[in-house]
């Protein structure tokens, strides 16, 4: 797709003055793929449900922390089944 069209890209990068491909960031604990930003998500999933826990003895309705915990096992499993390639 970019070598198809890397003539307009060309035009465009030149009417900025700056590049358009970012260059990959060296930093240690830059993301460097979907798997990297899985495993950060997949790493909160213990402090949201802390979270929603929270949130229901400051008075929030019991069925919305229930919706709430219902959605983050959905994101949990989500997340596990991406790291295990099913």
């Known amino acids: 797709l970019l070598a198809r069209h890397a003539a307009d890209l ?5 009417r900025l003055g700056e590049p358009l491909a970012d ?13 990297d930003l899985m495993h950060i998500a997949a790493g909160a999933a213990d402090r949201m449900g ?8 400051r008075g ?16 949990q499993a989500t997340a596990a089944a991406h790291q295990t390639g099913v």
């Open 23 to 35: 260059a990959a960031s060296e930093a240690p604990d830059a993301l460097s793929s979907e798997d």
């Open 50 to 57: 802390e979270l929603a826990l929270a949130a229901a003895g």
């Open 10 to 14: 060309d035009w465009i990068a030149d």
């Open 60 to 75: 929030a309705g019991l069925e919305r922390v229930a919706r709430l915990l219902d959605a983050l096992m959905a994101a």
